[in-house]
């Protein structure tokens, strides 16, 4: 599998470190209700299809946001967190 | 070299090479395969077959082959399983046959052939299956002895091996016709190219079968072509490379031999293994062909047409006389041009009734070979025709089932191909590998006409698709012989027909599966292991598949095939692991002090990929207790001196650092003042504690915080993402400044002592106060000062640029001796920070909340911060938790361990009355006694109790009393002084 590091250009998936689902950028307000919370640290989907997950490049820094198909295997799109 | 034809071959004659197998010597030519060597000197016997140990000599000219494996034998290392059509032939090669005792000639465990009846598919599942406890010492061991594939030395492979990566916009697979035009096209138009092909030589069936190409002979044109691909600086040329496995996103896995062919190769690795990505790929990797299932078809001298064209037209081996035995047009031809090269071809069977007569030798129309004789190697040829049975004599038996399309790394990403009944073979699908295009007779097209225009056709389409403008090549002119079929498997006349030669698998034993109810193809598979030798059937799985299609009355195309998956032939896991063995399986970071300590005797432990002293032993000491205790003593009554380099540094700055650390930290860092550092905790959003650590406002906006050893990457890796998905537009940047670092902490009474021997401006409690940090001179080095302790003791630690820690570390040490202190390590540093109750890892290990440890009061209410909201769920503090305490056994020479776990003292050691569990242990020289921390249930409520420390482990009951966790100076004088 391989990566478009949005800094440094397509690369191995084995510079990558997985963290999980892109739900992970979505964080609840402080006093949000604990099911928010829930919903947010501890649901998630299991697609057969499309997905988006955060990747983080270890030699950069960079978290990036990929698009892509669990079926395939197909990367879709690959765009920076920040 | 009994049977060389004089002149012929694309072998070289000035250059006679010398090498043994079994013991024996013999001669061969550079250019040879040991296959190729063996056969021109007349022997047709190399091995015995896995299970039944019969006779086994060479089936095919390439990777693909079953019978022919041979160990090679270099000093006391041995490499199994090396197939002898692909070692090329060295001056001093050392070969040996396998599976045989004692000799290859004559084998006792032959006998297994007699029982052959008890010995069919299933053997394993039905013959031992009682009494159950035989399994282990009685069956499996004798079972292992009798059958096999060769044998390791069983010393450690000190081999060289090497793994490397390459790019290309068109990889190409393989070098024949088809690969040669593919690769000429996209060279010619510019493109980055890897041509790859497994041989030795590249041009495939060119060098073989020598089919006349543009005017030249195939080899002759081959090198030309080959010429020009060489010349041209955007094309590589990998031979004896083998592409074994296709990945996702366009990458590649490839087996390349460097150094196995030659007799001294110097420094070169024996292999290596590159992982190439390329944007396209075009498969051109030909056909295989197949043999024909007929009974005793195993009999050395029983070989594949296309091999027996190799051997005779590429290496000038005289085959002696031959039949032919082949149900489709290339087998003809294959007896005619052997005929032309001079070979005598004494029959050519076919069991086709319309099939050509009119031909140099006899010709058997609805013929077909029931039977071979001949103890180790072919004598005669039993052929069933229309007017009975006649016995030809021959030395060599060529079978031609027909050819199946090599389109195994078709589908190594999950596609199926088809099956394709005028080819009677399977054939890609289009699409299979997204980026790969598969050309010429790996998609069956197989005259070299068509292989020829389709690479170059193939080429200019995936140019025009990655917009390369391609130039118009014109096409050599090459024979277009069209290839006709009739599907014919196996023989029906008795006896054994073999189909997986490598694991002695029959048409019989695929029937009987069929009959037993394994009749799905993957059932079958795995009942009769068909398939499942180091060359996975790629010879025998379509005509097994067949005979299990005809046995349960379905098509092939309803029977389907079983999965291809890498590698396409056998990858030494030395080649993967290349680099791997050893200290290299991991890298190693060592301090700046590092030899300077090892000198004095340290013994290191791994602290991740650090290593670090374990203790310091010094002159009378007998055990690690007697340092370690003596360490501890010394940062008590004097001072201690300790590299504290490994843990994690990360330098903050910017205008919203402060703001930015509130975020990460649950305490406050934005009312830190500079020159003060500040104890942190750090929560994981699921509110559980990640880390702790210090923070050190070295100015208004530049902050040093500090991690511990191990969580130096995770947490970096958590600020870059709190950074970039929550507070992007924030002014803050971080950057890890572990390496560039060293530090050492001073513990101790006399700590202020030792460092004002180093500072050119001294310090007193007034001046650096407690938790005070900032620059400071060292030694004529610009370095800095932190008042912070993790031993309880007064303590500071400096810091330097890395490249002067060896010589600060020397001339601390130095000076501590001098004070009647002295460096400590791991088990000393271990002990002082239980005696004070100081957390590591053992305790935040990622299932303990700021509550559990006591530090609830350090997530401030003023702000956000990460964690905070999961840390005040429900169920998370209160007195259901387990909690941070202190443990002190009655007898305090009683030894307690960490891992242990809590009960109260009448309960059994049962998981529902599990109270808790002891994290940390050790001997404190301190307080005379032994110390523990762990966590108890509502611990923090039962501070005076006895619980029952329990180590099944080690049988070690032990009572306890529990105690707030710092033992050691509770009121902090000591520190703070
Ligand atoms: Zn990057």
Redesign the pocket.
């Known amino acids: 599998m391989r990566i478009s ?5 397509p ?1 191995d998936r084995r ?1 990558f470190t997985y963290y999980g689902a892109a739900d992970y950028l979505n964080r609840p307000a402080l006093d949000a209700d604990a099911s928010a919370w829930d919903d947010y640290l501890h649901l998630r989907d299991n697609p057969a299809g499309e997905t988006r997950d955060l990747w983080y ?6 978290w ?1 946001a990929v698009t892509r198909d669990t079926v395939t295997h197909a990367v879709i799109a690959a765009e920076a967190v920040a | 070299m009994t049977h060389r034809i004089p002149g012929k071959g694309l072998i070289d004659r000035t250059r006679p090479l010398r090498f043994s197998f079994d013991g024996r010597e013999f001669e061969g030519f550079q250019g040879d395969t040991l296959a190729s060597a063996l056969l021109a000197n007349g022997v047709q016997l190399v091995g015995r077959s896995f299970k039944y140990h019969r006779p086994r000599g060479v089936l095919t000219a390439g990777s693909e082959e079953p019978n022919a494996l041979v160990e090679v034998i270099e000093g006391k290392q041995k490499t199994p399983n090396v197939r002898a059509t692909v070692q090329e032939l060295y001056g001093g090669l050392t070969v040996q046959s396998q599976n045989r005792w004692p000799s290859l000639r004559f084998d006792v465990m032959a006998v297994n052939d007699r029982f052959a009846p008890f010995l069919s598919a299933g053997f394993y599942y039905k013959t031992f299956m009682w009494p159950r406890a035989f399994w282990e010492k009685v069956y499996e061991p004798a079972i292992r002895r009798a059958a096999g594939l060769g044998a390791l030395s069983g010393l450690h492979d000190e081999g060289r091996y090497e793994k490397a990566f390459a790019f290309c916009d068109v990889l190409v697979i393989g070098a024949g016709p088809t690969g040669l035009m593919a690769a000429l096209v996209a060279g010619r138009a510019g493109a980055d190219v890897i041509l790859a092909d497994e041989d030795a030589r590249m041009g495939g069936r060119l060098l073989s079968d020598q089919p006349e190409v543009a005017g030249q002979s195939g080899p002759d044109w081959a090198a030309d072509m080959l010429a020009e691909l060489a010349a041209m600086p955007n094309v590589r040329l990998m031979t004896r490379t083998t592409v074994t496995g296709v990945y996702d996103g366009g990458t590649f896995g490839a087996l390349q031999r460097v150094g196995l062919h030659l007799a001294d190769p110097g420094d070169l690795p024996r292999e290596c293994f590159w992982r190439i990505v390329a944007k396209r790929a075009v498969l051109a990797t030909g056909a295989l062909e197949r043999p024909i299932a007929h009974p005793d078809n195993d009999r050395p001298g029983v070989m594949l047409a296309s091999a027996v064209q190799s051997y005779v037209a590429r290496y000038g081996v005289n085959p002696g006389r031959v039949v032919v035995f082949g149900n489709n047009d290339s087998a003809l031809q294959a007896a005619r041009d052997l005929t032309a090269q001079g070979v005598q071809v004494a029959g050519y069977v076919d069991p086709r009734a319309d099939v050509s007569v009119l031909e140099e030798f006899p010709v058997y129309p609805g013929g077909q070979v029931v039977g071979t004789r001949g103890r180790l190697g072919l004598r005669e040829v039993a052929v069933r025709h229309g007017g009975g049975v006649s016995m030809l004599t021959a030395e060599t038996l060529a079978l031609s089932g027909g050819w199946n399309p090599s389109l195994h790394l078709t589908c190594h990403l999950g596609g199926r191909p088809d099956w394709d009944e005028r080819l009677a073979a399977f054939v890609p699908r289009a699409g299979m590998v997204a980026g790969m295009s598969v050309a010429g007779a790996a998609r069956g097209r197989f005259s070299t006409a068509a292989c020829l225009a389709d690479g170059a056709a193939l080429a200019a389409e995936v140019l025009a698709d990655m917009g390369i403008a391609g130039h118009d090549m014109p096409l050599p002119a090459a024979e277009d012989r069209s290839y006709a079929i009739a599907p014919f498997w196996a023989v029906d006349a008795g006896g054994r027909a073999w189909l997986d030669f490598a694991n002695d698998v029959t048409t019989k034993d695929v029937q009987q599966a069929a009959q037993e109810g394994f009749s799905s193809v993957e059932h079958m598979k795995r009942y009769t292991t068909q398939g499942m030798a180091p060359d996975q059937g790629k010879s025998s799985n379509v005509a097994a598949l067949a005979v299990l299609a005809d046995a349960t009355g379905q098509g092939i195309s309803a029977t389907g095939t079983t999965t291809f998956r890498p590698p396409y032939t056998p990858v030494s896991i030395a080649a993967m692991g290349a680099g791997g063995r050893g200290m290299g399986f991991a890298p190693e970071r060592l301090l700046t002090s590092d030899s300077q300590t090892r000198a004095m005797g340290a013994p290191m432990i791994e602290a991740g990929l650090w290593y670090r002293p374990s203790y310091f032993p010094r002159a009378g000491e007998a055990t690690w207790r007697e340092a370690c205790d003596r360490e501890v003593s010394m940062v008590r009554t004097a001072v201690g001196v300790c590299d504290v380099s490994t843990l994690g540094k990360i330098d903050v700055q910017g205008p919203d650092a402060d703001r930015f650390l509130d975020l990460i930290y649950t305490n406050m860092m934005s009312s830190i003042k500079p020159g003060r550092t500040r104890y942190g905790l750090m929560l994981r959003e699921d509110g559980h504690v990640m880390d702790d650590g210090t923070c050190a406002r070295l100015g208004e906006a530049h902050f040093l915080i500090t991690t511990t050893t191990a969580a130096a990457g995770p947490v970096m890796r958590h600020m870059d993402f709190v950074h970039q998905a929550f507070c992007g537009d924030w002014a803050v940047r971080f950057t890890s400044v572990t390496e560039q670092w060293a530090q050492f902490a001073l513990a101790g009474p006399k700590a202020r002592e030792l460092v004002n021997k180093l500072l050119e401006t001294p310090v007193d409690a007034e001046n650096f106060p407690f938790m005070a940090c900032g620059p400071a001179r060292i030694l004529g080095v610009e370095g800095r000062l932190f008042r912070i302790s993790f031993s309880g003791e007064m303590g500071y630690e400096i810091a330097v640029p890395a490249r002067f820690g060896a010589a600060v570390f020397e001339r601390l040490v130095a000076e501590a001796e001098a004070m009647g202190g002295g460096a400590y390590g791991m088990e000393a540093l271990n002990v002082l920070r239980i005696e004070k109750g100081f957390i590591t890892h053992a305790e935040i290990h990622g299932r303990v909340t700021a509550f559990d440890i006591g530090m609830q009061g350090m997530v401030s209410a003023k702000k956000d911060c990460i964690g905070k909201s999961a840390s005040q769920r429900p169920g998370l503090m209160g007195p259901e938790r387990e909690q941070l305490v202190g443990l002190v056994p009655v007898d305090p020479q009683a030894e307690l361990s960490a891992g242990a776990h809590l009960y109260n003292e009448n309960d059994p050691a049962t998981r529902v009355n599990n109270q808790g569990y002891v994290t940390s242990a050790g001997y404190s020289p301190t307080l005379q006694s032994w110390l523990a921390l762990g966590f108890l249930r509502d611990g923090r409520a039962r501070h005076g109790q006895i619980i029952r420390l329990d180590d099944g482990l080690r049988g070690r009951k032990v009572a306890c009393k529990v105690v707030h966790p710092v033992f050691h100076d509770p009121e902090g004088g000591k520190l703070r002084g």
């Open positions: 590091c949005p800094c440094c250009g690369r510079e490049h270890d030699p950069c820094g960079t990036v």
